[in-house]
């Protein structure tokens, strides 16, 4: 099954931007999407097919993907950004869905 | 589109239960829906998905053979029947609509599954 990495945990001032990265082989060539999930909620799309932004996410965030890495951005980071971050692909061989294992963004 | 899921509870190991994803809002059989996990403070497990046309399914090797997935139309429900439950089972069951480029672009709320003895 493919595999997606992530740091577990990014750190960021308010104001400031936040980067979080998801790595996996041949990146580049799939779609990868990213979801925000706050305790106790279920997932929310917040980046799809790479920088895609969603209707009611804010500008400040944002995706990009080079061959290897996907990246998310949020910029001017609120203490609401706070919640786990989830890089996704869709593995068109299997048809499964991979998750990376997750990013715990804190803003302090 | 509205998921709701539901049947979860406390189970003891090796048994089974039945967990059930309502769709409304959108016929089930056009919405290819997913099922993902979550353990305890972990992050989001893959388990199944069945396509819209009811035609292709799989499944997580962590569940092949024990879990089963399938549909009524009629109900407007999608299941996920699952036996031999270990306590690695335990965990949040979200059921998800894939759109296109396979975002999972909505969610259920979850229905929690506690393996026990």
């Known amino acids: 099954s493919y595999v997606l990495s992530q740091p577990p945990s990014v750190s960021v001032a308010p104001g400031e931007t936040a980067t979080i990265t998801c790595g996996g082989d041949n990146i580049g060539s799939y779609d990868v999407h990213w979801y925000q999930q706050s305790p106790g909620q279920a997932p929310v799309v917040v980046i799809f097919?790479?920088?895609v932004r969603p209707s009611g996410i804010p500008e400040r965030f944002s995706g990009s993907r080079s061959w290897n890495t996907a990246t998310l951005t949020i910029s001017s980071a609120e203490a609401g950004d706070e919640a786990d971050y989830y890089c996704?692909?869709?593995?068109?061989?299997?048809?499964?869905?991979?998750f990376g294992g997750g990013t715990k963004l804190t803003v302090l | 589109l509205q998921l709701v899921e539901s049947g979860g509870g406390v189970v003891q190991p090796g048994r089974s239960l039945r967990l059930s994803c309502a769709v409304s809002?959108?016929?089930?059989?056009?919405?290819?829906i997913h099922w993902v996990r979550q353990s305890p403070d972990k992050g989001l497990e893959w388990v199944t998905f069945l396509s819209y046309d009811g035609q292709l399914k799989d499944y997580a090797e962590s569940v092949r053979g024990r879990f089963t997935i399938s549909r009524d139309n009629f109900k407007s429900t999608v299941d996920l029947q699952a036996n031999g439950l270990r306590p690695e089972d335990a965990g949040v069951y979200y059921c998800a609509r894939s759109g296109d480029s396979g975002v999972l672009d909505k969610w259920g709320r979850g229905t929690r599954i506690i393996v026990s003895s």
């Open positions: 097919s790479n920088a």
């Open positions: 996704q692909v869709w593995d068109r061989h299997s048809d499964h869905r991979a």
């Open positions: 809002g959108l016929s089930v059989s056009v919405t290819e």
